[in-house]
């Protein structure tokens, strides 16, 4: 089966410059590219494009918002629903997320929906709660066949301190004892190009996202080899 790379740019790389160097770079991979929003529009017409966010209402007095509409007019395919960034700094909450991940179906596109634990919950053994919360209130009432989860130890992401492949494993089938047997479930937090293998192959998650070393593009193509 076909791998899902996704890369999330996060706000990097600063300029726009950067980032059609960046893109420019990478584009070859045929990985799923999730830049900041104001660079979609210039770098379509890719064919997998992503966004990292969304707002649930499709137009109207919402200052700072974006709709799915507008993304999917873009020509955007994924969208990164629930980034642990966009829970911790911009608040966001589990209903929020359920809001998000309608609209997102309803409109065509495919949300991935970010789920994981902190350090703390992981040291307390809250981690099966802390997903169950996540998945019972972030994905009540949605068909699990239109989704992708990316599973994220939130503790992992950009700290250079991956996840053991074991672990992630263990957590991808509680994930999907959660859910489906069938759901797609990709792995996040600390991804390079060393480790990939051991999470597509070993663990056999259904792909990846990629934060710091989607930014780096010869690390960035050894993962989508
Ligand atoms: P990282 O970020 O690869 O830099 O850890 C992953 C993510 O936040 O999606």
Not at 39 to 63: H, I, M, V, W
Not at 108 to 121: K, M, R, S
């Amino acid at each position: 089966m076909e791998k899902l790379i996704v890369a999330n740019w996060k706000m990097n790389p600063g300029t726009w410059q950067e980032a059609e160097e960046l893109f420019g770079a990478v584009k070859k991979t045929g990985a799923v590219i999730c830049p900041p929003f104001i660079y979609l529009k210039s770098l379509a017409p890719y064919e997998n494009l992503g966004a990292q966010d969304c707002f649930y209402r499709e137009k109207g007095p919402y200052t700072g918002e974006i709709s799915v509409t507008m993304l999917k007019d873009l020509g955007c395919k994924y969208i990164i629903i629930g980034h642990s960034e966009r829970r911790k700094y911009f608040n966001e909450t589990d209903e929020d997320i359920n809001k998000k991940v309608k609209t997102v179906i309803e409109a065509g596109l495919i949300p991935i929906v970010c789920v994981g634990e902190t350090e703390e919950e992981r040291e307390n053994n809250k981690t099966e709660e802390i997903l169950e919360k996540e998945i019972r209130d972030g994905l009540d009432g949605i068909d699990y066949s239109k989704i992708v989860i990316a599973y994220e130890p939130i503790w992992a992401i950009g700290t250079g301190n991956a996840c053991d492949i074991e672990e992630a494993e263990r957590m991808k089938e509680v994930i999907q004892k959660m859910t489906s047997k069938n759901i797609k479930i990709i792995y996040g937090g600390s991804a390079n190009a060393d480790n990939a293998d051991g999470y597509l192959n070993q663990a056999n998650f259904d792909g990846l996202l990629v934060g710091g070393a989607s930014l780096k593009p010869d690390e960035f193509k050894r993962i989508t080899e």
